[in-house]
């Protein structure tokens, strides 16, 4: 089909960039099985298509579209109403008229807004009601009829489809894209060129021009796609980031400083697309690399534009990695797939809080689907996904995130374990802490192996009943129960029985038969620290009590 080109699956980048191929090609209402055709982990796209649409207006577009509300532009336009409505109330709060038009002046003041207003100045007309808001006076605007024409103007100005795109895209060109290539117009020199020229100069034309050329005597070859290149028709793969370094200054890593590491147009377009492909959840971007076929590539990394920005606020701390990997577990992305020998590759884009931002990677298998669907695991996931988070010192913590966290990394609970018990006896807060942490160590035991859930109850019970028996546990054994979390953190179950038999023939009570399981058993440890969870508080009553407050 000499009239279409033709693109298989690869690699995670070039995968999110079919992805993000496909979502453009909807976008411009593409017809399926005409303008482009899937089938299999081929994706094939009728060349006098490509030819006949503007592929740079379509890509500011889509990522104008999807990004939009990652910038401050549509937050100042609702400030900007949120001033005029409050300009008809009677009275007057002019302290918050003030703080607001600071907000709108410093958030337009920003230094690639003005470059973005600049490159297309010719295109637009009134573009002075900008650069007399980004003037420090307008900050000290009098609450007058001129101050009202004067937004009502500035309104207008931002919300002409050229500036919002230009504006918006400059702020996404910034914080979003640069997350994952350097090229085109976020190189320093073109910060003040018009950035569809860029992106058309770097991309799109290469990408027309490569279609009209016979490309049979070209003796190099496109390292992702193996498609015919030579010198004119050839792109260096670093100006995606973290995958090479400069490789025109830099030739000593390849074989006989041979500079081999190039892309053809049409895969150095789809790289381009590469943060469209990928999801963003919280500060993280996620794309999900099922390489059975490009349908189900889309399926799975589906972008809901319907979200509202409620609905995002209140999944605020569960929105990343392991939220989507969770979703999928539960049979949202995997409905139609049981996993063999093909596994699922989750990678992440990850910002750090020092902002560095690098590549996961997590595998899903087998292992990891049954463990989470186990039916227990599964409830005590979702329980904790309703408790959100936690606060331990001065930092709020997600029990869900936690727990999840160490079954996708094959880790075990223990460090989570001692924390929370730790949190208990230093808070205060001890029953509710013990029960979340019991329902950890259950998740613990049955991930170890565990089939008998009854030893883990009946720990719970001795350590319940002793409670009951002693006076004052939270505050008089403090420090024995310090002992005895410490004892088992470094698995020194000997001094843990040692500790639990001193208190039991000190007070003249029966020995349960639990505490000799803490010696003799494999799930030693975590028949201790449910001993240790009852004798917090931790038993039936509070949880009759919790499913009555969920009630």
């Known amino acids: 089909m000499d009239d279409y080109i033709e693109i298989l699956t690869g690699d995670f980048l070039k995968n999110s960039g079919i992805v993000a191929f496909i979502y453009l090609l909807k976008e411009d209402h593409a017809k399926e099985n005409d303008d482009y055709i899937i089938d299999g982990n081929r994706l094939q796209v009728k060349k006098e298509y490509l030819k006949n649409?503007?592929?740079?207006?379509?890509?500011?577009?889509?990522?104008?579209?999807?990004?939009?509300?990652?910038?401050?532009?549509?937050?100042?336009i609702e400030e900007i109403e949120n001033i005029l409505r409050r300009l008809n109330y009677e009275n007057i709060d002019e302290k918050d008229i003030q703080d607001r038009l600071s907000f709108i002046s410093d958030k337009l003041?920003?230094?690639?807004?003005?470059?973005?207003?600049?490159?297309?100045?010719?295109?637009?007309?009134?573009?002075?009601?900008?650069?007399?808001?980004?003037?420090?006076?307008?900050?000290?605007?009098?609450?007058?009829?001129?101050?009202?024409?004067?937004?009502l103007e500035l309104k207008e100005f931002l919300t002409i489809d050229i500036v919002f795109e230009t504006l918006c895209f400059k702020s996404i060109c910034y914080n979003i894209i640069n997350k994952f290539w350097e090229k085109s117009f976020l190189l320093r020199n073109n910060a003040k060129k018009n950035m569809k020229?860029?992106?058309?100069?770097?991309?799109?034309?290469?990408?027309?021009?490569?279609?009209?050329?016979?490309?049979?005597?070209?003796?190099?070859?496109?390292?992702?796609?193996?498609?015919?290149?030579?010198?004119?028709?050839?792109?260096?793969?670093?100006f995606m980031k973290d995958f090479a370094d400069d490789l025109v200054r830099k030739k000593s890593a390849l074989f006989n400083f041979n500079m081999d590491m190039n892309l053809c147009?049409?895969?150095?377009?789809?790289?381009?697309?590469?943060?469209?492909?990928?999801?963003?959840?919280?500060?993280?971007?996620?794309?999900?690399?099922?390489?059975?076929?490009?349908?189900?590539?889309?399926?799975?990394?589906?972008y809901n534009i319907e979200h509202s920005k409620e609905k995002l606020q209140e999944d605020y701390q569960l929105r990343d990695k392991y939220?989507?990997?969770?979703?999928?577990?539960?049979?949202?992305?995997?409905?139609?797939?049981?996993?063999?020998?093909?596994?699922?590759?989750?990678?992440?884009?990850?910002?750090?809080?020092?902002d560095?931002?690098?590549?996961?990677?997590?595998?899903?298998?087998?292992?990891?689907?049954?463990?989470?669907?186990?039916?227990?695991?599964?409830?005590?996931?979702?329980?904790?996904?309703?408790?959100?988070?936690?606060?331990?010192?001065?930092?709020?913590?997600?029990?869900?995130?936690?727990?999840?966290?160490?079954?996708?990394?094959?880790?075990?609970?223990y460090d989570l374990i001692n924390l929370l018990l730790r949190q208990s006896i230093d808070s205060g807060e001890s029953s509710y802490l013990a029960y979340y942490t019991n329902r950890i160590v259950e998740i613990q035991y049955i991930i170890k192996g565990g089939k008998s859930m009854g030893e883990l109850y009946h720990a719970r019970k001795?350590?319940?009943?002793?409670?009951?028996?002693?006076?004052?546990?939270?505050?008089?054994?403090?420090?024995?129960?310090?002992?005895?979390i410490n004892a088992l953190k470094v698995d020194d179950r000997n001094k843990f029985v040692d500790i639990i038999l001193r208190i039991y023939t000190s007070k003249g009570l029966p020995i349960p038969f639990s505490i000799s399981r803490v010696l003799e058993s494999d799930y030693g440890t975590e028949i201790g620290?449910?001993?240790?969870?009852?004798?917090?508080?931790?038993?039936?009553?509070?949880?009759?009590?919790?499913?009555?407050?969920?009630?």
């Open 53 to 76: 649409t503007n592929l740079t207006n379509l890509y500011f577009h889509c990522m104008v579209k999807r990004y939009q509300n990652e910038t401050p532009i549509p937050k100042v």
């Open 356 to 413: 560095q931002v690098k590549y996961e990677f997590d595998i899903l298998d087998n292992y990891l689907i049954e463990i989470v669907r186990d039916q227990y695991i599964s409830k005590t996931l979702e329980y904790f996904k309703k408790k959100n988070v936690v606060k331990i010192n001065d930092q709020y913590l997600s029990v869900f995130r936690e727990v999840l966290k160490r079954i996708l990394n094959r880790v075990n609970m």
């Open 109 to 151: 003041d920003a230094a690639s807004f003005k470059t973005g207003i600049n490159s297309i100045k010719d295109e637009v007309e009134d573009s002075d009601i900008y650069f007399s808001v980004i003037n420090k006076s307008f900050k000290k605007s009098k609450i007058d009829d001129e101050l009202k024409k004067k937004l």
């Open 265 to 302: 147009p049409i895969c150095a377009f789809l790289y381009s697309l590469v943060p469209l492909g990928f999801l963003k959840y919280n500060r993280d971007y996620i794309f999900v690399n099922q390489n059975g076929s490009v349908e189900e590539l889309c399926r799975v990394n589906a």
């Open 197 to 238: 020229e860029c992106y058309e100069a770097d991309f799109v034309k290469p990408l027309m021009n490569y279609l009209e050329i016979d490309t049979d005597k070209m003796n190099d070859q496109c390292i992702d796609c193996g498609n015919s290149i030579n010198n004119k028709f050839s792109i260096p793969i670093s």
């Open 529 to 551: 620290y449910q001993f240790i969870t009852g004798l917090k508080g931790a038993y039936e009553s509070f949880e009759e009590k919790e499913n009555k407050d969920d009630e």
């Open 462 to 484: 001795d350590g319940w009943e002793l409670r009951n028996k002693l006076e004052n546990v939270d505050e008089n054994y403090r420090g024995t129960i310090y002992q005895l």
């Open 323 to 354: 939220q989507k990997i969770y979703q999928m577990i539960e049979g949202y992305a995997l409905e139609t797939q049981k996993l063999t020998n093909n596994n699922i590759q989750i990678i992440t884009r990850s910002i750090k809080d020092n």
